[in-house]
Structures are given as structure tokens and as C-alpha cells.
């Protein structure tokens, strides 16, 4: 989805319009939360670091993208 279709979309009134750009959201944020996590634990970055950057505990930020996961 385009930025500006995105952005066209949550400036909607319908709400099934709305809910959907709320769930690219979503899926777009997933993706880059992924792509910095591992940036950063490619950076030397301790699971505790990264937890505070996102405004989470170390254990749920390793429990989402530890080893095993």
C-alpha cells in the first residue's frame, strides 16, 4: 500500500477503510520493529536496550525475536 493511499485511508469516515489502514499499520511497524532489532543486536545491543528503545521489558522484547522464536 502507497504512503498516500495509506495516508488517504486513515483520514476515512468509513470505518472498515479505517480499520484496514489501522492493520497496514500495524504490519508495517512489525516490519521495521524486526529490522532494528536485529540491527541493533547485530550492534552489540543487550535485549535490555533494546526493551527500554521500545518501551518494553527484556523478556518480552527476547520472547518475540530471541533464539527459538
Do not use: F, N
Request: no cysteine.
Amino acid at each position: 500500500m502507497a504512503t498516500e493511499d495509506l495516508s488517504t485511508r486513515i483520514r476515512s469516515t468509513d470505518p472498515e477503510v479505517g480499520l484496514r489502514a489501522v492493520g497496514a499499520l500495524h504490519r508495517l511497524a512489525e516490519q521495521v520493529e524486526a529490522v532494528h532489532v536485529e540491527l541493533a543486536r547485530r550492534a552489540g545491543w543487550s535485549w535490555e536496550q533494546i526493551g527500554d528503545a521500545l518501551g518494553v521489558t527484556r523478556q518480552s522484547i527476547h520472547a518475540k525475536y530471541g533464539k527459538g522464536r
